[in-house]
């Protein structure tokens, strides 16, 4: 690791902790503990000169470390690309995009000194009028968001305003009592007015929802499809190559169906998973004691498999209540990076009699053990490596692990029975289908119901997710590609790897190297594989074999 490298990392990690503290206090970042984002125009545009210049000095740099350069180089694309997508101004109601409702739903979750807790509160009411200004800009400008993401984040903010008492575990003395009823709660509600008197009522339709609608929105798209997949696959190819990983997944649908319910139609089995109302929930806890008992599961079959396990504790919670109604089915948050707090799976109890039971025990495993929870606390440990390699959100390599994990399962014995193993392909479907569900929004410019159709007809999504996850896509472009894509190139590599090394290649070792290198574009992954592959093969292969990153 050489000077240059390390410097410009660390460099592009206080831009990204300005641009998004919370985020920042979350992965341990320093310096930005008690701010909150500035969403102004002057503002981003700061930033985005600040990454600009950090993006030329990586590529004309000349230093060996091509990996950590890699990363520096992917992740400052990210911030120029999100920044001139504009995507705060038509962002309203998704809780972990839109950051005026993520910063009610994740602030009460980051653990932080009170005085700086209660100096974000304090600022709260900046932040939102900043952000109500922002996104005035924009409809002025013609950058309007979905209508319906407008009413959904009211419905959010009146879920936060009638709790009783928020933030109660966080809320030591009068002092934060008396912010919280008169300084967040004022603050909150005249946003809220702000988007029933002059958002809502103003926005796209449904028969419009895509960035394709908006100005530039098709290059926009473009643009954010290579961020999330780090690939150069255009919207067209991905749409096609959902169309193609749906149509392969026809076989295994005949083959567990007609095991478990003597039906061979693919259609007639995902009919009957929809409409079998004995694989439900029947309750909350039902729900949360399965997900516990497949990461245990996992936890305990892992050695097997990996070369190193992750400190850090992965538990199992209900996503909170007051943004279930509009989350997704599931998420993870990583652990802090000081022990302070563990590795949180999040499933959602919303509705939980609506919810398909079947697909509980891949969820587990994608979300927490062996997927998200290896991936992210695994990296938050290589201390060795700059912090920007350990915490970067690179959404191929996040969530194509963690989908390529869902396939390990399999491999490695976890599924407690053929009906599991169905959910399993069903989840599939789902990541094949959002490669062409989004690209249809942004791209094709599909109307939503056409979304919702065809999630209806290829998944089998409850009707609750299906809305859920319409909205998902609508309001976070080219997010949902990076599943599918991430996967498929690890699933790429690891044949490389088995054939290049035939009977030596041992999948402990593969996954250590996959996992031993921090977050990392597809790309650059590329790169890695390709350089382990080659000191197994050399002379003295037997002596450098194993997770270590290389500097290629």
């Known amino acids: ?91 309203l109601a998704d809780p972990l995009s839109a950051i005026g409702m993520s910063h009610l739903a994740f602030l009460p979750q980051v653990v932080q000194a009170e005085e700086d807790f209660l100096t974000r509160l304090a600022a709260l009411p900046a932040f939102y009028e900043a952000l109500a200004q922002r996104q005035r800009n924009g409809l002025r400008a013609g950058r309007t968001p979905v209508d319906r993401a407008a009413h959904n984040a009211i419905a959010f903010a009146d879920r936060f305003l009638a709790q009783e008492t928020p933030f109660p575990q966080l809320l030591t003395g009068d002092r934060g009592e008396r912010l919280v009823t008169e300084v967040v709660r004022p603050a909150l509600e005249r946003y809220r007015e702000f988007l029933a008197t002059e958002v809502a009522g103003h926005g796209r339709p449904d028969d419009r929802p895509g960035l394709c609608w908006l100005e530039d929105g098709e290059a926009h798209y473009a643009a954010l499809a290579r961020l999330h997949t780090t690939t150069d696959r255009t919207p067209q190819e991905l749409h096609q190559l959902g169309l193609d990983v749906l149509a392969g997944l026809e076989a295994e649908y005949a083959e567990i169906g007609g095991r478990i319910f003597g039906l061979t139609d693919p259609a007639e089995v995902r009919r009957r998973l929809r409409s079998d109302e004995s694989l439900r929930w029947r309750d909350a806890e039902e729900m949360l004691e399965t997900a516990r008992a497949a990461v245990a599961r996992a936890t ?70 062996p997927g998200h929870h290896f991936a992210e606390s695994l990296a938050l440990e290589l201390t060795n490596l700059p912090q920007l390699r350990r915490i970067a959100m690179i959404t191929a390599y996040g969530e194509g692990w963690a989908l390529y994990t869902e396939r390990l399962a399999d491999e490695m014995s976890l599924f407690s029975d053929d009906l599991m193993r169905l959910g399993m392909v069903a989840e599939d479907s789902v990541r094949a289908a959002r490669l062409v569900v989004d690209t249809g929004l942004h791209a094709l410019r599909w109307t939503r119901q056409q979304c919702v159709e065809f999630l209806r007809s290829h998944t089998v999504l409850s009707e609750v997710e299906v809305q859920s996850e319409t909205d998902r ?80």
């Open 1 to 91: 690791m050489t000077a240059e490298a390390r410097a410009l990392a660390d460099e592009l990690l206080d831009v990204l902790g300005s641009w998004t503290p919370l985020e920042a206090t979350f992965a341990g970042i320093p310096g930005h503990d008690a701010e909150l984002p500035d969403p102004s125009e002057a503002a981003h545009a700061e930033l985005r000169a600040r990454a600009a210049d950090i993006l030329g000095r990586a590529r004309a740099s000349g230093d060996p470390d091509r990996v950590t350069l890699g990363v520096v180089e992917q992740q400052a694309e990210a911030v120029l690309i999100r920044l001139d997508a504009k995507d705060v101004e038509f962002t």
């Open 300 to 369: 305990a079959a892992a050695p097997d498999w990996f070369p190193r396990m992750p400190s850090a504790e992965c538990v199992v919670r209900a996503v909170p209540e007051a943004e279930a109604p509009v989350a997704a089915a599931a998420y993870y948050m990583p652990p802090a990076p000081d022990g302070s707090r563990p590795g949180v799976y999040y499933t959602n109890t919303y509705e939980v009699q609506t919810r398909d039971r079947f697909i509980a025990e891949t969820v587990a495993f994608h979300e927490a053990v």
């Open 473 to 552: 896509y609508i309001e976070c472009p080219g997010q949902a590609l990076a599943y599918m894509t991430g996967r498929l190139e690890i699933l790429r590599l690891r044949r490389f790897a088995e054939e290049k090394l035939g009977e030596s290649f041992d999948i402990k070792e593969f996954h250590g190297v996959v996992l031993g290198g921090g977050q990392l574009p597809m790309k650059v992954l590329d790169e890695v594989v390709r350089a382990w592959v080659d000191r197994c093969l050399s002379p003295s292969g037997s002596d450098t074999r194993g997770p270590a990153t290389p500097n290629v």
